[in-house]
C-alpha cells in the first residue's frame, strides 16, 4: 500500500459525459502528479500540482483539467468524453516539487480505470 | 523532447533462470534519474529500482539489478532466479528537470 488513495476504482460512463477522478497524496505529500494509461501502454504524464498551484503540463487535452484543494487532495475533470478516453488514471504523489538536487520518489496510486461505452 | 525506448514488446524466462530487459533513452540533459517499474496484473504501480545519472556504480536491489550504460544512453534491468511473482508489466522510466518519462513496457512471463 503506497498511502496514495484514488477513488473510485472503477467508472463506467457514456460519450459525452463528464467525470471527477478523485486523488488522496500521502500524508505530508505537497505534489500530485496525474497520469493516463491506455491499454498496454506506457504511462502518459498529465499534469502536476504543487501545494494547489499547476507546476507541469504533459499531453493533457483541453478537455480535461485538474486541480488540488487546500487539504492537498486532487481532482480530475475529464469532460466530452470521446471512446478513446477509455483507459486507467494514475494519481501519484512526491514530498516537494521535482528538483534535480535530489531524489524525489513518485509513490502511485491504485488507479482509477474508466470506461466509456 | 526526452523519449524511453523498450524494444521486447514480450519476454519470457523458466523459473529460477536469468532475464535480462533492454532499455535505451534519448536526452540532453547531464543530470537525470532512471526507473524501472513492475505492474503486475493488480497494475499497482511498483519501483523496482532507480539509478542515479551521476553515479557510475550500477543499483542493485536483491535478486534485480541494472547495467547502466551512460554513454550509450542504456539502462538494462537483469532480473536473477526469477520468481512466478516476477511475472508483470516492466516499464523503464526517464525523470529530468520535467515530468516522468516511460516506455512502452515489456511483458516479462515466467514459466514454472
Known amino acids: 500500500d503506497s498511502g496514495v488513495t484514488q477513488t473510485p476504482k472503477h467508472l463506467i460512463t457514456a460519450t459525452g459525459q463528464r467525470v471527477t477522478l478523485r486523488c488522496s497524496p500521502r500524508s505530508g505529500d505537497l505534489s500530485v502528479y496525474w497520469y493516463q494509461q491506455s491499454l498496454d501502454q506506457g504511462l502518459q504524464f498529465l499534469i502536476q500540482?504543487?501545494?494547489?498551484?499547476?507546476?507541469a503540463k504533459g499531453n493533457i487535452l483541453e478537455r480535461f483539467s485538474a486541480q488540488q484543494f487546500p487539504d492537498l487532495h486532487s481532482e480530475l475533470n475529464l469532460s466530452s468524453l470521446e471512446l478513446g478516453d477509455s483507459a486507467l488514471y494514475f494519481c501519484a504523489s512526491s514530498a516537494s516539487r521535482l528538483e534535480m538536487s535530489s531524489y524525489n520518489e513518485q509513490f502511485f496510486g491504485p488507479g482509477t480505470r474508466l470506461t466509456v461505452l | 523532447a526526452q523519449t524511453v525506448t523498450q524494444s521486447q514488446p514480450e519476454m519470457s524466462v523458466q523459473e529460477a533462470e536469468t532475464v535480462t530487459l533492454s532499455c535505451t533513452y534519448d536526452?540532453?540533459?547531464?543530470?537525470?534519474?532512471l526507473f524501472w517499474y513492475k505492474q503486475p496484473p493488480s497494475r499497482q504501480m511498483i519501483l523496482v529500482i532507480r539509478?542515479?545519472?551521476?553515479?557510475?556504480q550500477n543499483a542493485t536491489e536483491n535478486r534485480f539489478s541494472v547495467n547502466f550504460q551512460k554513454a550509450a544512453k542504456s539502462f538494462s534491468l537483469k532480473i536473477s532466479d526469477s520468481q512466478l511473482g516476477d511475472a508483470a508489466m516492466y516499464f523503464c522510466?526517464?525523470?529530468?528537470?520535467?515530468?516522468?518519462?516511460f516506455g512502452q513496457g515489456t511483458r516479462l512471463t515466467i514459466n514454472p
Open positions: 500540482y504543487y501545494n494547489g498551484e499547476e507546476r
Open positions: 522510466a526517464y525523470r529530468g528537470a520535467q515530468k516522468l518519462v
Open positions: 539509478q542515479e545519472a551521476y553515479k557510475q
Open positions: 536526452t540532453s540533459e547531464s543530470d537525470y534519474y
